[in-house]
């Protein structure tokens, strides 16, 4: 029986096969909103949709079907020039000269433009990247809206955040971001850049380009000044083009280590300021006084939340070695619950893997946990045909040693290790070379503060996994990278104090 768009429970006939592990299966509900996803999108440069100079574009795939979505203008060198020319115009002769209460009104606008139309943007987001709707729908979305409200309360009030200096903007930013959170790594970036008196240049990543461009119609709706925000899609070289721009004050990245050094390579000695935001492998650490069944949804929501697409995600499991059998047991019972499927639909917990590329890197790494002689745990559900698909997992019998407890997998992969004494989960949650990340679970006030202070970690969540604020700092340690984003700290990378 199929009843569109209401959440029915139909319990299956004895000859009805079950799709495995389920005794209970729930009408298809699917986002149904007509959405409107152009045929072709162009790049937005001083305010207006233009072609690419090379005149190319490049298909942007349906993750979820492994068919082309639309085609995205393929920006290069040339793009980069004269987007960095207009952010310079608008900064000397608009943004920087404007009272800094009129450019926060224009980031309240644009706020209150994303809220009603927040709905269209997350199908879009969900059919471009692959994520469930209930997350674009219920977390980026909502988040995306209250960056631009935070950052616009910011705009006039920038001497109170630094009191006894002066707050100046640094000029034109470059901004690069990833897939992951698309709509949202775009709010992070150019919201408190603006209000801190910067105009932007960003460079989406290829295969999450749509929403961004979205994002450009709201801003020309919303009359923001034109240059003030540059939007320049393409793949690897067109951020490179942005990075090395001798035209830019200030480059803020955010996406994988490896290109992130390089960015850092290109940029030593250039004045230019930078921050990085780069990959994790936060360990989920489980006490054996903690709340277990709080406990494992927590770790579920860490690892499988947005396919495990989150540079913060609990990807690490550290167990009290005598609570192991125990959270493994409820692990197992409870991924078989998890739906993998269409994004679009609002029971789907776990949508589809962003893209091929993504799929395979995750699959080499499931089968090097296997080389190596952990031993893996998958649901047994059945996946959709068609498009990029990975059932949730996990790994027990895992040693540091494993590339799956050292290398970011960002897939919904978990690796499963143990711990006996308080000093040993701090020193195997440390054992990585990233650092932007980790949980605490126990039943302890004074444990949660002792063990965060030895954290070398960005950010620290307690009885809880992955909880996003605009007011709240965001950013890592070591090889996750430097330079925060969120709350106060994120206006800093955006001025120069006089
Ligand atoms: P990626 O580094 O491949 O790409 C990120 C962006 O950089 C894309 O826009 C890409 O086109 C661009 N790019 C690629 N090569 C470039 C170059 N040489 N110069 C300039 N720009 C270049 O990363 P990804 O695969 O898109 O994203 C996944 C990574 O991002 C993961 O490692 C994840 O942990 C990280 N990430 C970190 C955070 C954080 O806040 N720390 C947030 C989200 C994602």
């Not at 019998?397 to 000093?423: D, Q």
Request: with cysteine; glycine share 10%.
């Amino acid at each position: 029986m199929e009843v569109h768009g209401i959440l029915l429970m139909i319990a299956k006939d004895d000859n009805t096969p079950l799709s495995p592990g389920s005794t209970w299966d729930y009408a298809p509900a699917p986002e149904t909103m007509p959405v409107n996803l152009r045929k072709q999108y162009e790049l937005f440069i001083n305010g207006q949709f233009v072609a690419p100079a090379s005149g190319k574009y490049f298909a942007s795939i349906n993750p979820a079907t492994g068919k082309k979505l639309t085609r995205i203008a393929h920006g290069t060198e040339a793009d980069i020039n004269a987007a960095v020319k207009s952010a310079r115009r608008a900064y000397e002769k608009v943004w920087k000269p404007m009272p800094p209460s009129e450019r926060g009104k224009y980031l309240f606008r644009i706020a209150r433009m994303i809220q009603e139309k927040s709905r269209e943007l997350a199908i879009l987001e969900s059919m471009d990247g692959g994520k469930p709707i209930r997350e674009s729908r219920d977390f980026d979305l909502p988040l995306v809206a209250a960056h631009f409200f935070y950052y616009a309360g910011w705009a006039d009030k920038l001497s109170y955040a630094f009191p006894g200096r002066n707050p100046v903007p640094l000029g034109v930013a470059g901004q690069i971001i990833p897939w992951n959170f698309p709509l949202l790594m775009a709010a992070w970036k150019i919201a408190s850049a603006l209000a801190c008196g910067n105009t932007v240049v960003l460079k989406p990543a290829e295969t999450t380009s749509v929403t961004a461009m979205h994002l450009a119609e709201i801003f020309q709706e919303a009359g923001l000044p034109p240059g003030v925000v540059n939007i320049v899609t393409g793949p690897g070289e067109t951020g490179a083009a942005l990075a090395g721009h001798r035209g830019i004050d200030k480059i803020a990245f955010t996406g994988s280590t490896g290109v992130g050094k390089g960015i850092a390579r290109q940029l030593a000695g250039t004045g230019k300021k930078l921050t990085l935001e780069l990959g994790g492998k936060a360990a989920n650490i489980v006490f054996d006084d903690a709340p277990i069944e709080q406990a494992v949804e927590g770790v579920i929501k860490g690892i499988y939340f947005n396919q495990g697409h989150v540079c913060c995600a609990g990807s690490r499991l550290l167990l009290q070695e005598s609570i192991h059998d125990e959270v493994v047991s409820r692990l197992k019972r409870r991924i078989e619950t998890l739906r993998v499927g269409d994004p679009l639909d609002k029971n789907t917990d776990i949508g589809a893997i962003n893209s091929r590329e993504q799929l395979g890197r995750i699959t080499e790494l499931i089968g090097s946990g296997i080389e190596e002689g952990a031993e893996l745990h998958q649901s047994r559900c059945a996946l959709p045909e068609g498009g990029y698909w990975c059932r949730p997992s996990f790994f027990t019998g895992v040693t540091s040693s494993h590339r799956i407890a050292r290398e970011e997998i960002f897939g919904p992969v978990l690796s499963i290790m143990t711990f006996r004494t308080p000093a040993e989960a701090v020193e195997r949650a440390n054992n990585t070379c990233y650092g932007l990340s980790a949980g605490i679970w126990t039943d302890k006030g004074s444990k949660i503060f002792k063990i965060a202070s030895q954290l070398k970690a960005g950010v620290i969540w307690a009885n809880t996994f992955n909880q996003f604020d605009p007011t709240s700092p965001f950013g890592g340690y070591k090889e996750s990278g430097f330079g925060r984003e969120g709350g106060l700290h994120g206006l800093m990378p955006y001025v120069s104090l006089e």
